[in-house]
């Protein structure tokens, strides 16, 4: 069970549709780098592998996988870091419940999931199985900040088969909705600490102290904040809108982060739940909570829990029909905006609403005008100024528009997103304090029952790191340099404080504004409308947002960014777009055979990451390869190449195809290498000659249900049989 030495690149095996498309890319991947001397292999980060490596215990010794999470975590910071990373599950609850299903189905002695945990064991089992949920890989992966980009191929590409865009108009109704009181960006102190410190923090209440965290422990300079969110206000906000969008005519819509704020999202969208229900919840609460319901686990668990109680059902019915119509996820299927916390996602969501023109869908399988609520107002003013911006001048032109890039700090859990160990729901009402060491109250707020807390910090380091970046791009492509930071919220102004002095020192002050993210959306909208670029550094949370707000407006999606992760300790970490799995790519190979999952991404991550390597391994022969990728992603994009999204097509298979081929042929043609020419030049044309037998092969595939054995932890060979039913191809590949 335990892996053999490191690759020279690390491939993570993941999840959904891009672990389908691994199982047809990666022995191309292969077959090509051994050519350079270069080993890739695969280190498993999917739900299914992390649930495995977390209960060795319950497994019988060949069941038994190694805990290559934890692996990856140190080897993020050696120097000899090289390893691309695809996008992987980050679980909500239903999702991971589902998997460890499966896993039990096909014979993994896994303990049940419990929701209430009442013996040591379930409390035990639960203690681990919560350590898997929400965003629990790319915080140990990112020991380094974020470059994000789209290669100007990508860009090009784009600009020269602009995408449709849906029509804004001034009359749209569409809004979004902020508390902008009481709320995490309100209520947010801040500071910067001037010694190493230990801290803990307590709650304070009538009855005497509760430590609610122990053992926290900060270097000097890190910037620690602590906020918290109303519970009274997020539910009279909530109500407030529920009611006004009624009014207004149009849909309700809740745009979280569930995922990746696993601890708070969740229980704000449950307010959410229960205020949308509240009648239903004011005459059935305590019957339902005895059948298991937890507001937070949607409306799609509620409905399931309560299935047979039909009394509670017609109740459920009598307040829909009097609330405002919802958002849809899937109209067809009834699913609603608030059936899973995981279902809308605001980075996605809201971009893909932006770009449609303002509009969801709803029940009535239309699209209508929508409000959009977003609880917190620290980040809502992004889309709100993006909505009245293209309200006022209309749909962007992807044709001529300019581009957006990012540096965004991440490194070492920065900001909200490293967040969830020191975020709690409020049990009782009092003063909850962040006491340093030497006894300090570092920061103190008064809180009621419910209210959501948390501390959020950013180290000093990984902030130097970040701006430095960033004074290498400005520099590496002139562009307008906008630091999105907010001079009136506590946590950004201790960051201004970091900023000025270092670009001062550097000489470059004149290089970069500083403005808050309603102001530099702004001021990014009207720069990339003219044509021209700019370059957004930004916080965590909004180098999420913007890589995918920017790309779906430029691209139609941010599957295609270049996303380099430049390691602190000198290693690389390539992220293949800035996307997600795509569920809905997985049920359309099941049910067709057709896979749209587009690999652009992934082709982006493995040119950089062979050129890394030529740098750090002195492998010239790994730089030829690397740029022969790039030469044929340029191919796949301006020969047409990419997956369509309609079975009978050519998909995802098809376009490995022409990755491959591209590759070869750039690589028979180059000069550098005369040993590659050689290697390659029978693979091209082996490749070229038996073009219409493998594109025949791959479309007699399609059409008919797929079976891969399995969703979370498919059967190896039924996927790659699944996936590779070209025999031709895979004889050329080897
Ligand atoms: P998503 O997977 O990015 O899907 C949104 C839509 O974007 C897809 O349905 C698809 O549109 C399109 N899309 C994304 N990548 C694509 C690609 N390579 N080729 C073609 N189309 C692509 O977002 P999500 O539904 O919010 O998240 C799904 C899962 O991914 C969740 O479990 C989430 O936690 C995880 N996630 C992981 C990461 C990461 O590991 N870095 C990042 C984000 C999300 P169409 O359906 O219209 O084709
Ligand atoms: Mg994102």
Redesign the pocket.
Known sequence: MANTSTPDIVYTKVD???ELASASLLPIIRRFASAAGVSVDTRDISLAGRILAAFPDHLTEDQRVSDDLAELGELVKTPGANVI???????SEP?LVAAIKELQGQGYALPDYAYDPKTEDEKAARARYDTLKG?A??PVLREGNSDRRAAAAVKTFAQNNPHRMGEWSADSKTRVATMGADDFFSNEKSATLPKDSGAKIVLETAGGETVLKDGLSYPAGTVVDATYMSAKALDAFLAEEIEKTKAEGILFSLHMKA?MMKVSDPIIFGHAVQQFLAPVFEQYGSEMKALGVSPDAGLGDLLERVKDKPEILKAIDACMADRPAMYMVNSDKGITNLHVP?DV?I???MPALIRGGGKGWGPDNKEHDAVCVIPDSSYATVYDEAISFFKATGKLNPATAGTVQNIGLMAQKAEEYGSHPTTFEIPEGGTVKMILDDGTVLHEHSVAAGDIWRSASARKAPIEDWITLAIERQKATGYRAIFWLDATRAHDAELISYVTPILEAAGVADKFEIMAPREATRASLETITKGENTIAITGNVLRDYLTDLFPILELA???KMLSIVKLMNGGGLF?T?????????VQQLQEQNHL??????EFCALGESLKFLAETHDNARARVLGEAVEAATQGVLDHGRS?S?KVGEPDNRDSHYWFARYWAEALAAQSDDAALTEEFGPVAKALAENEAKIVGELAAAQGSPADTGGYYHPDLEKLAAVMRPSATLNEIIG
């Open positions: 959904e549709a891009p990373k695809l996008p992987n599950i980050s679980a999702q965003s890989v790319n995922t995981s996602i980075d996605a969501s999606t941010s599957a992220e777009g800035a996307g997600g799995s795509a569920p809905k790519h749209r999952w587009d690999s652009l991404g997956p999204r």
